[in-house]
């Protein structure tokens, strides 16, 4: 019963996650339409701003798809280590890389207390697997085989690149609105709609839903975007116990985790959410509540905890799960 409910999740992660992409794309192309008919007037104009829309989004991908990876390690001051100088670290992720059936990762440590992991990478040939020297001190071999089991499940289920994808969607969304919305404010849209008087009706309907799409549209794309992310860790938590067989550990680290209060401080809103928990603490002043990237600590525990056929949790029970040995 265990393993049938273990698959159905999975399944289910991956189906949410596909649809709400599906989502993100419809929405960029209704964009696209809307700005391309409020401009010229016609559906010809909307065909040719769509194609626009998708031509922008297919240049962002691809210099993410190339680039991006080494920009993020970058960004956290990540660096290389091999297997003299953290050989635990090493044994643990070859050991999963096997399970997983996936090339061995390059491995980096970010000089930082707050214990935290992330993955990156366009596929499982160029990934990239990066951990906090907080993580390797207060996390026991079996916490740390949870952590690292869900960070190559990421690598394994290409969320790497799926995560890659919403986001350069997403972000395309934000181009095409802002760059409407200069247009618009500088009058552009006002002398499109005198030079074509004969559809001025029609145009000036579209030309208000444009501008409406132009505002919502980034806000629903980026809480979409938060919804693939949410449904992926789930799936990663998962994948991560079908490698470990142990979803001990990966309750374990995951309490650990959400009760330590140190800080990482090379974690910005624009890495955040390739973390393995949120590494922005709520009580911080970036912290945005709204636009959390990640499903509650308890939400995931309990998600194990069904699993294997445990109580569920309380919130109030994770400083009790942590000091578990």
Do not use: C
């Not at 960070?151 to 760059?179: P, T």
């Not at 309490?255 to 330590?260: E, G």
Request: proline share 3%.
């Amino acid at each position: 019963m265990a393993a049938m409910t273990f698959y159905a999740q999975k399944a289910a992660n991956r189906r949410n996650s596909f649809l709400l992409a599906v989502l993100v794309t419809l929405l960029l192309a209704a964009l696209g339409f809307a700005i391309g008919y409020a401009i010229a007037g016609s559906s010809a104009g909307g065909i040719g701003a769509t194609l626009i829309a998708v031509i922008l989004g297919a240049v962002l991908s691809l210099g993410s798809y190339f680039g991006g990876d080494k920009l993020v390690l970058a960004a956290s001051n990540a660096k290389r280590v091999e297997e003299t100088t953290t050989p635990q670290l090493m044994n643990v992720v070859r050991e999963l890389a096997i399970a997983a059936n996936l090339p061995m990762p390059a491995v980096y440590l970010i000089d930082d207390t707050a214990p935290n992991a992330f993955a990156t990478g366009r596929d499982p040939q160029h990934a990239s697997v990066a951990i906090t020297t907080g993580l390797l001190q207060k996390l026991d071999r079996e916490e740390l085989q949870g952590v690292i089991g869900h960070e190559l499940s990421h690598v394994r289920n290409l969320d790497i690149r799926f995560s890659l994808f919403v986001g350069v969607l997403v972000g395309s969304v934000a181009l095409l609105s802002y760059f409407f919305l200069r247009f618009t404010w500088f009058g552009g849209g006002r002398r499109s709609r005198d030079s074509n008087s004969g559809n001025g009706g029609l145009q000036a309907i579209m030309f208000v839903i444009a501008i409406v799409l132009a505002i919502v549209a980034p806000i629903a794309a980026r809480l979409v975007q938060l919804a693939v992310s949410r449904q992926r860790e789930y799936l990663a938590d998962a994948s991560s116990v079908e490698l470990t067989r142990n979803p001990a550990g990966l309750e374990r680290a995951l309490a650990k985790i959400a009760t330590d209060q140190e800080v990482l401080e090379v974690a910005n809103p624009a890495t955040q959410h390739l973390y393995f928990t949120n590494p922005i603490k709520k009580f911080e002043e970036r912290s945005n509540s709204m636009f959390s990237t990640h499903p509650a600590i308890v939400d995931r525990i309990n998600r194990l905890r069904y699993l294997s056929g445990k109580a569920p949790l309380q919130s109030s029970d994770l400083t009790a799960l942590a000091d578990l040995s």
